[in-house]
């Protein structure tokens, strides 16, 4: 188990700049979630995928924001035209479905700043 | 909707003692599912307990445990014999039993966190 892995840990940028982000999960999960954090806030959810169908997206997820998960293992989370509220963490999520009570295992997550 | 509160923003605790979090939550279902999560600083976001509400037996990991009240809509964890590595941000989060089945989503719904300091 090596764990949830996300890609870069930091990212810096532009306002209006475009930024995507990855999520490799633990390679038996075929459930992955996006969270967003901002400061001295819970997580918040984005959106959620079951093998390469994308089932659930926030309110919060606008025409802005893209997630893809092609071929059911990896994610990517897109940004385009960046705002200063879009800066936060970005955390990743997966876990076994199908199977009763199995939890979400987090990974590093990827902070955003928007410059 | 759902929604989780800890009224608790910050907490502090020496270390061996015994510090109780508190977490409310509001919801109209009647199965559900219950987490504590432990965030440290710039480390990622680990399970330290869950507790499904059908079950009337509060949860008991180690050193920390829960009093789970579902007619008060109540979720508190316990950490005895606290030690310095338990210092963290520490999250309540409730999850929808629904989504154990077909395609329903399994989304946590977190609250605002507790800081937890551990005094040596």
């Known amino acids: 188990d090596t764990g949830v892995s996300q890609n870069p840990r930091h990212k810096i940028t532009k306002r209006g700049q475009n930024v995507t982000f990855r999520c490799d999960p633990i390679?038996?999960?075929?459930?992955l979630y996006w969270y967003r954090q901002t400061l001295g806030q819970g997580p918040e959810f984005l959106t959620y995928f079951q093998n390469e169908a994308q089932l659930e997206k926030s309110r919060l997820l606008s025409d802005r924001f893209s997630a893809e998960r092609p071929k059911g293992s990896f994610s990517t989370l897109e940004i385009q035209r960046t705002e200063q509220g879009d800066s936060a963490m970005y955390l990743c999520a997966s876990s076994i479905g199908q199977v009763y009570d199995q939890p979400q295992h987090f990974g590093d997550g990827t902070r955003l700043s928007i410059l | 909707a759902q929604t989780v509160t800890q009224s608790q923003p910050e907490m502090s605790v020496q270390e061996a003692e015994t510090v109780t979090l508190s977490c409310t939550y509001d919801t109209s279902e009647s199965d559900y599912y219950l987490f504590w999560y432990k965030q440290p600083p710039s480390r990622q976001m680990i399970l330290v307990i869950r507790q499904e509400a059908y079950k009337q037996q509060n949860a008991t990991e180690n050193r920390f445990s829960v009093n789970f009240q579902k007619a008060a809509k109540s979720f508190s964890l316990k950490i005895s014999d606290s030690q310095l590595g338990d210092a963290a941000m520490y999250f309540c989060a409730y999850r929808s039993y629904e989504g154990n089945y077909g395609g329903a989503t399994n989304k946590l719904i977190f609250g605002t966190g507790t800081l937890l300091a551990v005094q040596p």
């Open positions: 390679s038996e999960h075929n459930r």
